[in-house]
């Protein structure tokens, strides 16, 4: 497991960065678009990551993390916020979820919690949301593309630009780095 929180807190950074980027491009009325009933809008989205990070991990080696206090049900709630209420809501759950990751050794990641009474190792319960939250920012950044279209910035390797992004990449020494280091 040699550098496994590192590994993992390098890459909810990237994944929080991906999110804010997304919504750095949006006007404050494209947060609360939604394509269709059954959809959600990028603030619902928020809403829900924020809620599942607090839940998740406060108190995250001691106490369940599915807390009593939680309402998952009103996370999906349609809420009209500002964007700056959106994005603290965002940082809040953030904060908790790094803050969290910040105290773990590697003496912890064996240790059993649980989620709604289903033991996990530390690792796989880490692994279960570093799985969990992509999911949800591929969806902001889906959102983040339907609403600003041609306008739209990329967040990866543009179009057309995969050989010179390699070039780039082949051009280096081999050494271990983490995918994120140059970003």
Same mark, same amino acid.
């Given at each position: 497991?040699?550098?496994?929180?590192?590994?993992?807190?390098?890459?909810?950074?990237?994944?929080?960065?991906?999110?804010?980027?997304?919504?750095?491009?949006?006007?404050?009325?494209?947060?609360?678009?939604?394509?269709?009933?059954?959809?959600?809008?990028?603030?619902?989205?928020?809403?829900?990551?924020?809620?599942?990070?607090?839940?998740?991990?406060? *108190?995250?080696?001691?106490?369940?993390?599915? /807390?009593?206090?939680?309402?998952?049900?009103?996370?999906?709630?349609?809420?009209?916020?500002?964007?700056?209420?959106?994005?603290?809501?965002?940082?809040?759950?953030?904060?908790?979820?790094?803050?969290?990751?910040?105290?773990?050794?590697?003496?912890?990641?064996?240790?059993?919690?649980?989620?709604?009474?289903?033991?996990?190792?530390?690792?796989?319960?880490? *692994?279960?949301?570093?799985?969990?939250?992509?999911?949800?920012?591929?969806?902001?950044?889906?959102?983040?593309?339907?609403?600003?279209?041609?306008?739209?910035?990329?967040?990866?390797?543009?179009?057309? /630009?995969?050989?010179?992004?390699?070039?780039? /990449?082949?051009?280096?020494? /081999?050494?271990?780095?983490?995918?994120?280091?140059?970003?």
């Amino acid at each position: 497991m040699d550098n496994y929180l590192e590994s993992v807190k390098k890459q909810f950074l990237y994944y929080k960065q991906l999110g804010e980027k997304a919504m750095e491009q949006l006007q404050e009325e494209d947060l609360f678009w939604q394509y269709n009933e059954e959809s959600n809008s990028i603030s619902t989205i928020v809403n829900h990551l924020s809620g599942n990070m607090l839940s998740r991990f406060t *108190n995250f080696l001691t106490s369940d993390g599915e /807390k009593p206090w939680r309402n998952r049900d009103n996370e999906f709630e349609p809420k009209t916020i500002s964007k700056e209420e959106l994005i603290k809501l965002w940082n809040k759950g953030w904060d908790c979820l790094l803050n969290a990751i910040n105290q773990l050794s590697d003496e912890d990641l064996n240790a059993i919690i649980y989620i709604r009474n289903d033991g996990h190792t530390v690792t796989e319960a880490i *692994n279960r949301q570093l799985a969990h939250y992509p999911y949800h920012i591929g969806q902001i950044v889906f959102i983040g593309k339907m609403r600003k279209n041609e306008e739209w910035k990329t967040l990866s390797i543009a179009r057309n /630009k995969s050989a010179d992004y390699n070039s780039r /990449k082949f051009s280096n020494e /081999k050494e271990k780095r983490h995918f994120t280091d140059d970003l």
